[in-house]
């Protein structure tokens, strides 16, 4: 036995794979379902007929108002081909089309009879005519018994029918086929093959055909960021193909933030666990184990920053036919953890060591405590929860036990016909239940829809697999899922970690402000003038770095989660900044902090500054006076 869809549940059958969603029913509902499946759109192939009369778009009895408005009213006119004369036929079908002499339309979305109507009274913008094979009198072979056979244009033998009713025999309602087959005009130019050579579909300007499974789609849905060809051909060619990163500039930012933030936090770590070994004091030791945190977490988005970079290089302009394998693969959930994790742990570090700082600025300033066994057992172990609580937020969106929160859909690869692309859950439920019947949907989980997927499909090869898109699956870089709406599962998760990030930007601000105001109060008290005036020196130096995190804290943090509650609130689609915020703008706290927090930093680049400058100037010097070319010595005595 083959491979197939069985449709037992409602229909006895099986339908097998190379059938399945040919736009024919095999099997009783088969194109229901395959319609829920591909979220297909309902679209007429027969125009409204009342007896002889045929009304084509608009023109309809009861839309009189609206055939006012348009510029041109409706007409009768008798459908015939140009060019072509049978003897003794007449037709059919009176159309009632818009009247005006050069009206036209759009084709691209007709269908079926009205396709062939309006092209063949070239009535169609960019549409010829359809019917370009003639009828001859072998065509059609065991089908219309009634035939009468005739000549056309004197030089050819045809055939016509006899319509009982009307007394009248004409050629109308018949498509030839190239196979000699013939189907009704209801079956041309309606993304079906009908003739079963593809004749009826061939020459029409309403499809568009997929390049590895000759599937026919809408022309509408080419482009539209939605899969429908299994073969993915109507969104990766050559007019809407599309890279990991979108813009190019982003690209360039990616690459350049994230080799900085790598060199300059890879710097930064030996050196800051040194001065952690070498601390003297517990304020030493604390600001030099969180600032050692700090640049770890800045690293881990640096990390993630060139990897993403180094994966867009690698799939390039091929990314669009690999798109949906990256998204629902391993890789694309550790790079996901790798910054979330990063910034975690950045922001949890620089929270604590800015209370850390405050509880014990008084301290600080009159009497610096030695380091202690408790001292470093304190900093070790809020070190370690830091990471911990970081990592396992990270990781809480990718365990099975919460994918009815998390999990974003389905992929069932290339291979199977009923699902293209991604399914979610609203998806699948609609399919199932044109499947099975009513079944819950309210109340399914992933587990009992991947159970009541699986029932559809025959076991014989083993039956079908499928791989679940998870949370940081919902975007091609792979970054944590921002933007969501009210509806959606992972709304509350979301919204509790943007309120963890204004909670931690307004904890700094408020204990940075706590220490700023008990230096000024604590300092003036100090007898001796020349620790005054190095303390003073410092608490001016830490105010100039406190006031450079917050603000790029702010510019970078704070406005993009506005961003994200205009966008829950549908107030604002946000979607297409989303790589803009993720890749530019957020990271740029991984290459501001070490600079910041770090002078050692800092001082390399002044003295690289310096290095430049002075071997420029040397370089200037010596151009300065070099000597004067012998051509140009020649020419000056000979001046003489």
């Known amino acids: 036995m083959s491979r197939g869809l069985s449709l037992l549940p409602l229909y006895q059958g099986i339908v097998e794979f190379t059938e399945l969603c040919d736009g024919k029913d095999s099997c009783g509902n088969e194109n229901h379902v395959c319609q829920k499946a591909r979220k297909s759109s309902t679209f007429f192939t027969s125009p409204i007929k009342r007896g002889r009369e045929v009304s084509i778009l608009h023109c309809l009895k009861g839309l009189d108002e609206l055939d006012r408005e348009m510029s041109s009213h409706c007409a009768k006119t008798s459908f015939s081909l140009d060019g072509h004369h049978t003897l003794g036929a007449t037709s059919t079908y009176e159309l009632i089309i818009p009247s005006h002499v050069d009206w036209k339309t759009d084709c691209t979305h007709i269908y079926g009879a009205s396709y062939v109507f309006l092209s063949c ?29 005739s000549l056309s244009n004197n030089s050819r033998l045809t055939f016509l029918l006899r319509d009982r009713r009307y007394l009248t025999y004409h050629q109308d309602n018949i498509f030839p086929c190239e196979n000699g087959k013939c189907v009704s005009y209801e079956q041309v130019c309606n993304l079906v093959d009908d003739c ?68 300059f936090n890879t710097f930064t770590l030996p050196v800051t666990l040194k001065d952690a070994l070498e601390s003297k004091t517990s304020q030493r030791l604390t ?45 694309c959930s550790v790079v996901g953890i790798l910054n979330s994790s990063g910034i975690s742990i950045s922001v949890f570090s620089m929270s604590a060591l800015s209370v850390i700082r405050a509880a014990n600025i008084s301290q600080s300033i009159h009497l610096p405590v030695p380091v202690s066994r408790k001292n470093i057992v304190q900093n070790v172990f809020i070190g370690v929860m830091v990471v911990i609580v970081s990592v396992v937020s990270s990781i809480i969106p990718l365990i099975s036990r919460f994918e009815d929160y998390f999990v974003n859909g389905l992929y069932h690869g290339s291979n199977i016909p009923l699902f293209v692309g991604i399914s979610t859950k609203v998806d699948r439920m609609k399919v199932l239940e044109a499947y099975y019947g009513k079944v819950g949907a309210a109340t399914l989980t992933w587990d009992m829809i991947r159970k009541l997927s699986s029932g559809m499909f025959s076991k014989d090869y083993g039956g079908v697999h499928h791989r679940k898109l998870q949370f940081y699956g919902n975007d091609d870089v792979c970054v944590f899922k921002y933007f969501v709406k009210v ?17 931690a930007f307004l904890l700094i601000l408020i204990t940075y ?97 310096a290095s430049v400058k002075i071997n420029l100037g040397i370089l200037k010097i010596n151009f300065a006076k070099k000597p004067a070319s012998p051509d140009i010595v020649m020419t000056n005595m000979n001046g003489r």
């Open 121 to 149: 009274l070239n009535k169609c913008s960019k549409s010829p005519c359809i019917l370009t094979n003639p009828l001859r009198h072998d065509s059609c072979k065991d089908q219309y018994r009634n035939r009468v056979y």
């Open 287 to 331: 600001s030099c184990t969180f600032l050692f945190l700090i640049s770890f977490g800045d690293l881990l988005v640096g990390v993630y920053m060139t990897t993403i970079s180094v994966f867009n290089v690698y799939y390039g302009r091929d990314y669009c036919l690999e798109q949906l394998e990256w998204l629902v693969s391993r890789s």
């Open 513 to 609: 402000i706590s220490i700023q105001r008990k230096s000024a109060e604590a300092i003036p008290n100090v007898a001796d003038k020349i620790t005054k005036k190095v303390l003073e020196k410092r608490s001016a130096k830490v105010q100039r770095k406190v006031t450079a995190i917050i603000l790029t804290d702010f510019l970078s943090w704070i406005p993009f989660i506005f961003l994200c509650f205009l966008h829950t609130a549908e107030l604002f689609d946000a979607t297409k900044y989303y790589q803009i915020f993720s890749l530019v703008i957020n990271p740029i706290n991984s290459v501001i902090n070490p600079l910041v927090l770090n002078s050692k930093i800092a001082e390399k680049l002044m003295i690289l500054k």
């Open 196 to 263: 079963k050579d593809g004749s009826d579909e061939i020459n029409c300007t309403n499809n568009f055909q997929c390049r590895v499974t000759k599937d026919l789609m809408p022309t509408t849905k080419v482009c539209d960021g939605i899969f429908d060809c299994l073969d993915l051909s109507d969104e990766c060619n050559d007019m809407c193909g599309k890279k990991m990163i979108n813009y190019q500039w982003v690209e360039a930012f990616c690459w350049v933030l994230g080799l900085l933030a790598v060199g």
């Open 487 to 503: 509806d959606d599962p992972q709304v509350v998760f979301v919204w509790a970690s943007h309120s963890m990030q204004i909670a």
